[in-house]
């Protein structure tokens, strides 16, 4: 009898990949060979950008030309400005935005240009525009004006620029930054394999990245640090409440959002630079309310269960600091991530082959037909 595959894939190498490694034993996530606690907090996310696309970090002139592309790039077309009144009316912004950057395509001139060049060029667009395409729905359903985008901030000062209405303090920007480049790309998760999948058929950059918005739309992939903001704000009392707040969530069989990690085995290593920006953002903005009551929770979990904070965890609070709504937690998720997706398709493209895997059939054998009187 035939072997039973590992439900959800799991441990199965499903494509080969120079972009992004995991070692979840060790607890290490490296891009293109770079520890990522050795480039957080070192590298913009522009630099980032260059890494992930390109495949090197890049010098001064290279960084010059990615800027100057970016920031050609940002401006979306007529097609994406019409759409934007009526996606707002959909029933949460990733719905929204999953439709606008489908409608992208309608726009872009390198839509039908299956070139290896063509990708690049489309995916430093997508890059550039998915921060104008948040900022713009926001403002769209706040019914206020987007800021224009200030040229001496890059894509994290120049998003809460837009999103806020205030230039930000250039810490706050350097933090945003990093969060940027911690949650750019993650290997063969929901949403980069879906692009995958999309992208080995040979369809287009913009339909693959879609489908990864599609997969980051799913509660079980996206959406876990706009759950935990909501977990913090729904305790009420002291960080003394944490407590018995966590026992009886566990008690009642709920789940902890932003704890555990399919991969890492030991502490998420992006977990270990969001609390450090937590605090510190908890220092500067004189509010230390969820960053206790995070750092409390983080202990009472690891007792109760064993479990280490994800990424998500801590990023809920640090989003909270910087002015972020809640529920743009998840679009800013991928507005990072759409690094890692456009680096994805573009190595799927350069040596393709058809993403087809097997399947274990559970289902009956040997059944005869017999006509629909005698059914």
Same mark, same amino acid.
């Given at each position: 009898?035939?072997?039973?595959?590992?439900?959800?894939?799991?441990?199965?190498?499903?494509?080969?990949?120079?972009?992004?490694?995991?070692?979840?034993?060790?607890?290490?996530?490296?891009?293109?060979?770079?520890?990522?606690?050795?480039?957080?907090?070192?590298?913009?996310?522009?630099?980032?950008?260059?890494?992930?696309?390109?495949?090197?970090?890049?010098?001064?002139? @290279?960084?010059?030309?990615?800027?100057?592309?970016?920031?050609?790039?940002?401006?979306?077309?007529?097609?994406?400005?019409?759409?934007?009144?009526?996606?707002?009316?959909?029933?949460?912004?990733?719905?929204?935005?999953?439709?606008?950057?489908?409608?992208?395509?309608?726009?872009?001139?390198?839509?039908?240009?299956?070139?290896? @060049?063509?990708?690049?060029?489309?995916?430093?667009?997508?890059?550039?525009?998915?921060?104008?395409?948040?900022?713009?729905?926001?403002?769209?359903?706040?019914?206020? @004006?987007?800021?224009?985008?200030?040229?001496?901030?890059?894509?994290?000062?120049?998003?809460?620029?837009?999103?806020?209405?205030?230039?930000?303090?250039?810490?706050?920007?350097?933090?945003?930054?990093?969060?940027?480049?911690?949650?750019?790309?993650?290997?063969?998760?929901?949403?980069?394999?879906?692009?995958?999948?999309?992208?080995?058929?040979?369809?287009?950059?913009?339909?693959?990245?879609?489908?990864?918005?599609?997969?980051?739309?799913?509660?079980?992939?996206?959406?876990?640090?706009?759950?935990?903001?909501?977990?913090?704000?729904?305790?009420?009392?002291?960080?003394?409440?944490?407590?018995?707040?966590?026992?009886?969530?566990?008690?009642?069989?709920?789940?902890?959002?932003?704890?555990?990690?399919?991969?890492?085995?030991? @502490?998420?290593?992006?977990?270990?630079?969001?609390?450090?920006?937590?605090?510190?953002?908890?220092?500067?903005?004189?509010?230390?309310?969820?960053?206790?009551?995070?750092?409390?929770?983080?202990?009472?979990?690891?007792?109760?269960?064993?479990?280490?904070?994800?990424?998500?965890?801590?990023?809920?609070?640090?989003?909270?600091?910087?002015?972020?709504?809640?529920?743009?937690?998840?679009?800013?998720?991928?507005?990072?991530?759409?690094?890692?997706?456009?680096?994805?398709?573009?190595?799927?493209?350069?040596?393709?082959?058809?993403?087809?895997?097997?399947?274990?059939?559970?289902?009956?054998?040997?059944?005869?037909?017999?006509?629909?009187?005698?059914?």
């Amino acid at each position: 009898m035939a072997e039973k595959s590992p439900r959800g894939l799991a441990d199965v190498v499903a494509a080969s990949t120079s972009i992004s490694d995991i070692d979840g034993r060790a607890g290490r996530l490296s891009y293109r060979g770079y520890d990522i606690h050795d480039i957080a907090g070192r590298i913009s996310f522009e630099e980032c950008v260059h890494l992930l696309q390109r495949g090197t970090l890049p010098t001064q002139a @290279e960084l010059d030309g990615l800027m100057a592309e970016l920031a050609d790039g940002r401006r979306y077309g007529s097609v994406a400005t019409t759409l934007l009144p009526y996606v707002v009316q959909s029933g949460t912004p990733m719905e929204a935005l999953r439709t606008l950057v489908s409608s992208l395509a309608i726009d872009d001139p390198d839509a039908t240009d299956a070139s290896i @060049e063509a990708d690049r060029r489309k995916a430093t667009r997508l890059v550039a525009q998915m921060p104008v395409l948040v900022a713009s729905y926001e403002a769209q359903r706040s019914r206020r @004006e987007v800021p224009d985008a200030d040229p001496e901030l890059g894509i994290a000062g120049n998003f809460l620029l837009q999103i806020t209405g205030e230039r930000p303090a250039p810490r706050a920007a350097e933090i945003f930054d990093e969060c940027l480049v911690l949650h750019a790309d993650h290997t063969m998760n929901a949403s980069t394999f879906t692009a995958r999948v999309i992208a080995a058929t040979l369809s287009d950059m913009h339909s693959a990245i879609t489908g990864a918005m599609g997969a980051l739309r799913g509660p079980l992939h996206g959406g876990a640090n706009e759950a935990v903001m909501k977990t913090l704000t729904s305790i009420g009392g002291e960080v003394g409440d944490v407590d018995a707040f966590v026992r009886d969530e566990l008690a009642g069989g709920r789940k902890i959002m932003g704890f555990g990690h399919r991969v890492y085995k030991t @502490e998420d290593p992006r977990a270990t630079h969001l609390r450090k920006m937590s605090e510190e953002l908890a220092d500067l903005t004189g509010n230390r309310r969820y960053y206790e009551f995070s750092r409390r929770m983080e202990q009472v979990v690891l007792d109760e269960k064993g479990l280490y904070p994800n990424v998500d965890f801590f990023a809920a609070s640090v989003y909270h600091a910087l002015g972020i709504p809640t529920g743009l937690f998840t679009p800013v998720f991928a507005i990072s991530r759409m690094s890692g997706w456009t680096a994805h398709v573009i190595e799927q493209h350069e040596d393709n082959r058809l993403i087809r895997p097997d399947s274990d059939y559970t289902g009956p054998h040997d059944q005869q037909w017999v006509e629909i009187s005698k059914r």
